[in-house]
């Protein structure tokens, strides 16, 4: 089989991982000789729930009993949208209230930069250095990194960058930015939080300027940092949040939600804003509710932060230079890239899975299920801290 997944399935690393999955459950994935992984990635913050919840599960068994697809977004009105939608709209602070469903993060990230445009008339996007907002060609164009981008170009002109946390660049945001947009706290470099009220004075320049605050909460969303989104933390409220990865208990979704005020402008002059056949899908909104519930019905949340206490009490060591992030939003900062790699492929082979960070070579990516246990959390650090102790630097 790992023959054909490098002959027919198209790679994107040279050297994928390439592990032959068997089946996954909890927080446990095995491979096919069904040897048990630990699992600290989560499929990249995915899986909030573990593998194959049984409320997710059910969910969507439910669903799949009674329709599937059956039209393009926003024509029919489908339980399990609307359920979430409107569940969504009850949880987050006013005025953002309408939801607008979406395949992945990254066309979630696109809706949301072409409402910004499409409300406030203007076209300039100021990003961050070093963000990540997903892979199309838009998504791509807000990205702070330009080694990853040069090959692709050009890209949207009229993007401009600061840098996270920089206040003296707020400057930069003036009366022809559309939106300014930032993720709460920067993934790919390194799961960097933002300073004390940094967000609230990006919200209250872009508020005196007219333009737009956009908070990518494709990582933290849905209680990942011990609130349901990581704004929440920060004291700020977006015009426009958007939302992926864990929101889907491991199905593939996004979303971008806002106040009626500003969704509303997509769907008219020109009507069909933002279209897509998928996006909304019942049996993907039902997994979607059903990780939302079970959420908001368990003390999953406020655990997040007792079990952050619990990995930067366990994982000290020489090497280990800093705990960046917030909740099960971690990453070991390491002395170097080196050592990043042999932790990550030593455990690999003790049976944990570690992962890297998109930009920051030092970085190793905890990011587990918010279902993980205490005992598999020391069970885990245990193993890092012995893979630690074998390195030769
Ligand atoms: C912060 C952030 N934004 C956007 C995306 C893109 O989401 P997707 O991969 O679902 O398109 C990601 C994915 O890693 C992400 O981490």
């Given at each position: 089989m790992k023959e054909d997944f490098f002959t027919y399935q198209a790679q994107t690393t040279p050297h994928p991982l390439a592990m032959e999955i068997s089946h996954a459950e909890g927080s446990y994935i095995y491979d096919s000789n069904n040897k048990a992984y630990l699992d600290f990635v989560a499929g990249v913050s995915a899986c909030s729930l573990g593998h194959k919840h049984p409320r997710v599960v059910n969910a969507i068994k439910e669903q799949l009993d009674k329709y599937l697809h059956v039209m393009v977004y926003g024509e029919y009105v489908q339980k399990s949208a609307v359920d979430l939608t409107k569940l969504l709209a009850s949880q987050l602070p006013d005025p953002l209230k309408k939801t607008y469903l979406t395949n992945s993060g990254t066309e979630a990230i696109e809706g949301a930069m072409k409402l910004?445009?499409?409300?406030?008339?203007?076209?300039?996007?100021?990003?961050?250095?070093?963000?990540?907002?997903?892979?199309?060609?838009?998504?791509?164009?807000?990205?702070?990194?330009?080694?990853r981008k040069q090959a692709f170009r050009p890209l949207l002109p009229d993007v401009h960058f600061i840098g996270f946390n920089?206040?003296?660049?707020?400057?930069?945001?003036t009366t022809k930015t559309a939106a300014v947009i930032l993720e709460t706290i920067q993934g790919g470099a390194g799961f960097i939080v933002p300073d004390e009220n940094y967000l609230r004075k990006v919200k209250f320049r872009c508020q005196t300027v007219g333009a737009l605050l956009i908070l990518d909460e494709i990582q933290p969303g849905f209680g990942r940092t011990g609130k349901l989104f990581g704004f929440q933390n920060y004291n700020v409220v977006p015009d426009i949040v958007v939302m992926g990865k864990g929101m889907g208990g491991g199905m593939p979704i996004g979303a971008f939600t806002a106040s009626t005020e500003?969704?509303?402008?997509?769907?008219?002059?020109?009507?069909?804003?933002?279209?897509?056949?998928?996006?909304?899908?019942?049996?993907?909104?039902?997994?979607?509710?059903?990780?939302?519930?079970e959420i908001l019905d368990s003390d999953l949340m406020c655990q997040t932060l007792d079990k952050e206490e619990l990995f930067r009490e366990l994982l000290q060591h020489e090497y280990i230079e800093e705990i960046r992030g917030k909740g099960l939003m971690l990453s070991l900062i390491v002395k170097n890239a080196d050592i990043a790699n042999q932790i990550i492929l030593g455990c690999l082979q003790e049976?944990?899975?570690?992962?890297?960070?998109?930009?920051?070579?030092?970085?190793?990516?905890?990011?587990?299920?918010?279902?993980?246990?205490?005992?598999?959390?020391?069970?885990?650090?245990?193993?890092?801290?012995?893979?630690?102790?074998?390195i030769k630097d």
């Open positions: 910004a445009k499409r409300f406030t008339g203007r076209s300039e996007i100021i990003a961050a250095k070093r963000a990540y907002h997903g892979n199309t060609q838009g998504a791509m164009s807000i990205m702070g990194f330009e080694e920089n206040e003296a660049d707020l400057e930069k945001i500003i969704m509303d402008v997509l769907h008219d002059q020109p009507k069909l804003g933002h279209i897509t056949t998928f996006g909304g899908h019942p049996v993907i909104a039902a997994a979607s509710l059903a990780t939302l519930k049976g944990l899975i570690l992962f890297w960070l998109l930009f920051e070579p030092k970085a190793v990516r905890i990011t587990p299920p918010l279902t993980i246990s205490e005992e598999e959390i020391k069970q885990g650090c245990s193993i890092i801290m012995k893979v630690l102790r074998n």
